[in-house]
């Protein structure tokens, strides 16, 4: 889905406070999980709330773009990042906490496939552990027909980036169209990416069925709301 603007990630979402993220996410697991050491983030990108919470944590890494696992890895040098799929990993270790962040969970497009991922969150985890995922929008609170733009001006770049915002059936589209221009010339890119829209009560029910018991924060650490689950022992 990245392959095309994985190296330019970083810059593209240079407006995200990755920092803010994590303290809200380090106060949940105060909260939900005191004492916790090891952290797993599954679908981590190119590793920026990885990166913050290392300072806390023995951070582990997953993600299924290999040009991210690169980029995460280099930030991560006291961790293991690997490319995996977040519905069949087995790394042969639990964790204190699984968390899969920034609406990744959405890009799982069917039921069965999110049931699947849940599931392997949770064998991943060590007693007491707690499973972190921040859902994507809910059918309700996502608006078609926006146009959005992204722009970043710099002396040796200029990325413009836009798309608008469309449905087919209960899955988001977005149609990404990128403009890049460097010293080297100007390049053009076409990303589409697919989320499955869903009702958190209903995302509630397959954390059931993947044997966790889940509560939801409606805000969470960007506003798109949190889960915090258990496994069910």
């Known amino acids: 889905m990245f392959s095309a603007t994985a190296e330019l990630y970083d810059v593209v979402y240079g407006f995200k406070d990755y920092a803010a993220d994590v303290a809200k996410i380090r106060a949940v697991i105060d909260a939900a999980r005191p004492g916790a ?81 849940l599931a392997c969150f949770r064998d991943h985890l060590a007693p007491g552990g707690i499973v972190l995922v921040e859902p ?42 990128y403009l890049i221009g460097t010293p080297a010339g100007v390049r053009r890119e076409r990303e589409t990416h697919r989320l499955l829209l869903v009702a958190h009560a209903t995302m509630a029910t397959w954390f059931a069925a993947a044997g966790l018991d889940a509560t939801f924060d409606p805000i969470g650490p960007s506003g798109r709301g949190l889960f915090v689950a258990r496994r069910r022992d």
């Open 37 to 117: 050491r090891s952290l797993l983030d599954v679908a981590c990108g190119t590793g920026e709330h990885a990166r913050h919470l290392a300072d806390a944590f023995e951070v582990d890494a997953i993600d299924l773009e290999p040009a991210f696992v690169a980029i995460a890895a280099a930030k991560l040098p006291r961790g293991r990042v690997i490319a995996a799929d977040m519905r069949a990993f087995a790394l042969g270790r639990r964790y204190d906490v699984v968390q899969c962040l920034f609406s990744s969970i959405g890009y799982l497009l069917t039921p069965d496939d999110a049931i699947a991922a």
């Open 136 to 177: 994507w929008f809910e059918p309700a609170s996502y608006r078609t027909g926006l146009v959005h733009m992204l722009t970043i001006d710099r002396p040796d770049l200029k990325i413009c980036r836009m798309n608008t915002s469309r449905c087919d059936g209960d899955v988001s589209v977005l149609d990404f169209e």
